[in-house]
């Protein structure tokens, strides 16, 4: 992997582009309710349980939510993309708005509690104030693929993660899962351990983080276990090892 020196002065960053084969299938709406939160900007949370940090707060222009435990799937949930599109004619457009987890949080029989930003978007044009006075509204979602990039480098199909800033090398590793394109969960991550020869589960923290104490010295080699959204599960393997003197990611947008 190569880095370029800008990258070299702050943090040597550690994404790792993997690629998932696309699952094709038609999807139903689903009908739930959907509320908002409320922030200074109209964007998200940067403490959202995924463990995005900042990046949760502005990824997809801050088109993103909070959802239901069934939705969130104890972390595995993070990171997947909804279309989800209000109920009343009168006041919402037909598409909606695409929106990205980054989120959990329960409310009154809801799915989806939004951003600002992505609650507003549900509206017509001059309506958004209206809706919004509602508080909650009926609506209607189904999961669709993820098309949003975190950075410049990602192309069409893969996995993009990062090396969290809670890591302490070379004693403690931990990832953040920032993007899986498709309609696929990530529901397993190891490393292979080149002295026992063998793949090392490492465990879910919380939300979209995994961790492993004392993780294999060299170069790390990762795979990752997909879930698609019909429930068939296959592993997908880096194909590029993180370095052998691995240190903290850094997205260009924070850096």
Same mark, same amino acid.
């Given at each position: 992997? +190569? =880095?370029? !020196?800008?990258?070299?002065?702050?943090y040597t960053v550690v994404i790792g582009f993997l690629v998932l084969f696309p699952v094709l299938c038609a999807s139903t709406f689903t009908?739930?309710?959907?509320?908002? %939160?409320?922030?200074?900007?109209? %964007?998200?949370?940067?403490?959202?349980?995924?463990?995005?940090? +900042?990046?949760?707060r502005t990824v997809n222009n801050g088109y993103v939510s909070a959802v239901s435990r069934a939705l969130y799937k104890d972390g595995a949930g993070c990171g997947a993309c909804?279309?989800?599109r209000c109920k009343n004619?009168?006041?919402?457009?037909?598409?909606?708005?695409?929106?990205?987890?980054?989120?959990?949080?329960?409310?009154?029989?809801?799915? =989806?509690?939004?951003?600002? $930003?992505?609650?507003?978007?549900?509206?017509? #044009? !001059?309506a958004d104030k209206k809706l919004m006075s509602y508080g909650v509204v009926e609506v209607e979602y189904k999961r669709i693929s993820c098309n949003y990039y975190p950075?410049?480098?990602?192309?069409?199909?893969?996995?993009?993660?990062?090396?969290?800033?809670?890591?302490n090398y070379p004693y403690y590793l931990a990832l953040t899962i920032l993007h899986?394109?498709?309609?696929?969960?990530?529901?397993?991550?190891?490393?292979?351990q080149? +002295?026992?020869?063998?793949?090392?589960?490492m465990r879910r923290v919380y939300g979209a983080v995994w961790d492993m104490?004392?993780?294999? $010295?060299?170069?790390?080699?990762?795979? =990752?276990?997909?879930?698609?959204?019909?429930? %068939?599960? %296959?592993?997908?393997?880096?194909?590029?090892?993180? #370095?052998?003197l691995w240190k903290v990611s850094c997205l260009s947008s924070q850096c």
């Open positions: 992997m +190569e =880095f370029n !020196k800008h990258e070299k002065q702050l009908a739930s309710r959907a509320t908002y %939160y409320g922030t200074p900007d109209g %964007y998200g949370t940067p403490s959202g349980a995924c463990g995005f940090g +900042e990046y949760g909804y279309q989800v004619p009168h006041l919402c457009t037909y598409d909606g708005v695409n929106i990205v987890v980054t989120d959990y949080g329960e409310g009154d029989r809801t799915d =989806f509690i939004l951003s600002p $930003r992505a609650f507003s978007k549900l509206a017509l #044009p !001059k950075t410049h480098h990602i192309n069409n199909s893969v996995i993009t993660y990062k090396i969290s800033e809670h890591s899986v394109s498709g309609k696929n969960d990530i529901t397993a991550v190891e490393l292979w080149k +002295e026992t020869n063998q793949w090392k589960a104490a004392n993780p294999p $010295r060299g170069p790390i080699t990762l795979r =990752f276990q997909a879930t698609t959204n019909l429930g %068939y599960t %296959y592993w997908v393997y880096s194909t590029n090892a993180i #370095p052998k």
